[in-house]
């Protein structure tokens, strides 16, 4: 815990910051929202205390801001985020939590065709400050409970779509969607709630929306990944540091819009990319990447852009049918995409 230095003999003053998981940077986000503005109001299934949500993020805020401002609503997405949609339209920042991202889909007329056209419809008469968090799954909440949707809604005019990797991205990301004037997409990776912790800044903080992080610089390939995939990209990272392969590892943290000045600089360097992502392959996320790339650096790059993503199936309960991509098949795939290993079968 890091905090302001004191003169000798005096108090040591508050701390700045403190070490937290994923979960915890964004109850300090949800917490930190309430205080500042009376507009924000949380809405979701079982998020009041006791309960506190199902993953715990908004453990606590009930009993601090209210029942009225964090409010636990039926089994019913459609209802949480149609009436956050009119809330927003009265004037409040709602965030509704739809407790598995797979749900959406039963909201997805009320976001799709509501949400993110009304300011567009109404010649910016009617903004739409709603945030909606939701959480995408690892293998072991199954088809139904794990599916990772955010490509179908890259293709939304209107909406952002964000995916944080660490606990100090989530807050301040999530914070950055709370006060937008437009509807905003939060997905939360289960994986990640839960990770080590990091010294998160106590303080009110925003990242910027469609703002990438670099977070390995390399000069033989960029590898541009988001979410979960970034740990598993970065392990990759450090295999293929030792074998003489240095890559540049990009952290998207928005999908919509996305980061393609930070991203064509750095393969503009390297001439090689690969986009790595657990969504399925077939018309997920890489491909609009790996279009861009391709158009705007053709003649410019070494070899075809890669496309890491997950298998073309539901996902598996089983653990050994994995279908996201895995550290092993990352430095496999970049390997011999540098000439450094032969091409997986």
């Given at each position: 815990?890091?905090?302001?230095?004191?003169?000798?003999?005096?108090?040591?003053s508050?701390?700045?910051s403190?070490?937290?998981?994923?979960?915890?940077?964004?109850?300090?986000?949800?917490?930190?929202?309430l205080?500042?503005?009376?507009?924000?109001?949380?809405?979701?299934?079982?998020?009041?205390?006791?309960?506190?949500?199902?993953?715990?993020?908004?453990?606590?805020?009930?009993?601090?801001?209210?029942?009225?401002?964090?409010?636990?609503?039926?089994?019913?997405?459609?209802?949480?985020?149609?009436?956050?949609?009119?809330a927003?339209?009265?004037?409040?920042?709602?965030?509704?939590?739809?407790?598995?991202?797979?749900?959406?889909?039963?909201?997805?007329?009320?976001l799709?065709?509501?949400?993110?056209?009304?300011?567009?419809?109404?010649?910016?008469?009617?903004?739409?400050?709603?945030?909606?968090?939701?959480?995408?799954?690892?293998?072991?909440?199954?088809?139904?409970?794990?599916?990772?949707?955010?490509?179908?809604?890259?293709?939304?005019?209107?909406?952002?779509?964000?995916?944080?990797?660490?606990?100090?991205?989530?807050?301040?990301?999530?914070?950055?969607?709370?006060?937008?004037?437009?509807?905003?997409?939060?997905?939360?990776?289960?994986n990640?709630?839960?990770?080590?912790?990091?010294?998160?800044?106590?303080?009110?903080?925003?990242?910027?929306?469609?703002?990438?992080?670099?977070?390995?610089?390399?000069?033989?390939?960029?590898?541009?990944?988001?979410?979960?995939?970034?740990?598993?990209?970065?392990?990759?990272?450090?295999?293929?540091?030792?074998?003489?392969?240095?890559?540049?590892?990009?952290?998207?943290?928005?999908l919509?819009?996305?980061?393609?000045?930070?991203?064509?600089?750095?393969?503009?360097?390297?001439?090689?990319?690969?986009?790595?992502?657990?969504?399925?392959?077939t018309?997920?996320?890489g491909?609009?990447?790996?279009?861009?790339i391709?158009?705007?650096?053709?003649?410019?790059?070494?070899?075809?852009?890669?496309?890491?993503?997950?298998?073309?199936?539901?996902?598996p309960?089983?653990e050994?049918?994995?279908?996201?991509?895995?550290?092993?098949?990352?430095?496999?795939?970049?390997?011999?995409?540098?000439?450094?290993?032969?091409r997986?079968?």
């Amino acid at each position: 815990m890091s905090q302001t230095e004191a003169p000798a003999g005096q108090p040591t003053s508050q701390p700045t910051s403190k070490a937290m998981n994923t979960a915890a940077a964004l109850r300090n986000a949800l917490d930190i929202a309430l205080g500042l503005d009376e507009k924000v109001i949380l809405l979701g299934e079982d998020i009041a205390d006791p309960a506190g949500g199902v993953f715990k993020v908004t453990n606590g805020l009930s009993t601090k801001h209210g029942a009225h401002r964090v409010r636990t609503t039926p089994i019913a997405e459609q209802a949480i985020v149609g009436a956050s949609i009119g809330a927003a339209l009265g004037g409040y920042r709602p965030v509704a939590e739809i407790m598995f991202f797979d749900f959406v889909t039963v909201a997805m007329d009320q976001l799709v065709n509501h949400a993110a056209k009304l300011r567009y419809m109404t010649g910016g008469a009617t903004p739409v400050p709603l945030t909606v968090r939701t959480t995408v799954g690892s293998s072991r909440f199954g088809a139904q409970h794990a599916q990772e949707l955010e490509a179908w809604f890259m293709h939304v005019p209107g909406l952002k779509v964000v995916m944080p990797s660490t606990p100090s991205d989530a807050k301040g990301l999530l914070l950055s969607c709370i006060f937008d004037p437009d509807p905003c997409l939060f997905v939360e990776h289960s994986n990640l709630l839960f990770s080590p912790k990091e010294e998160v800044e106590l303080a009110d903080y925003r990242i910027p929306l469609g703002r990438a992080a670099v977070r390995r610089e390399g000069r033989d390939l960029t590898a541009i990944t988001y979410g979960a995939q970034v740990r598993t990209v970065l392990k990759a990272a450090e295999k293929l540091a030792e074998q003489g392969v240095e890559i540049e590892v990009i952290d998207l943290r928005t999908l919509s819009p996305w980061d393609s000045e930070t991203v064509l600089a750095s393969v503009a360097r390297t001439r090689r990319a690969a986009v790595v992502h657990s969504a399925t392959t077939t018309a997920g996320p890489g491909a609009e990447i790996a279009a861009v790339i391709s158009s705007e650096l053709f003649g410019g790059l070494d070899g075809p852009v890669l496309r890491l993503g997950g298998t073309d199936t539901p996902v598996p309960f089983a653990e050994s049918l994995v279908s996201v991509p895995t550290t092993a098949r990352v430095v496999a795939e970049i390997a011999a995409a540098v000439g450094a290993g032969p091409r997986p079968p």
